[in-house]
């Protein structure tokens, strides 16, 4: 029973994290919610500054971690779900990391 809440804890992160940036992709269009666009925004690029990644992916990947030990939570998001959906490992080098 954990496990399969952490799986769907962990979907559901992805998933907010999905949605969280098309939010960033056409959110500045819409006068009505440019506020909430910028603080978020603003929340986003901070936490690349002083944390140096996106509490989100990290959340999600110390979920997934739980109940599969063989995720790495240092990981980047975008190669890990590359390999997953596209079974290609993607090169290290490639990744760009803050």
């Not at 978020?40 to 109940?67: A, D, H, N, T, V």
Request: hydrophobic share 50%.
């Amino acid at each position: 029973m954990k496990n399969f809440l952490l799986f769907w804890t962990a979907n559901l992160i992805f998933f907010s994290h999905i949605l969280l940036g098309a939010f960033y992709l056409i959110g500045w269009y819409f006068s009505e919610i440019q506020t909430i666009y910028f603080i978020l925004m603003s929340l986003w690029i901070g936490s690349w500054i002083f944390l140096g990644y996106c509490p989100l992916s990290k959340l999600e990947f110390s979920l997934r971690r739980q109940y599969d030990e063989s995720i790495d939570e240092n990981r980047e998001i975008l190669q890990y779900y590359i390999e997953k959906i596209f079974k290609y490992k993607v090169p290290s080098k490639i990744i760009i990391k803050a």
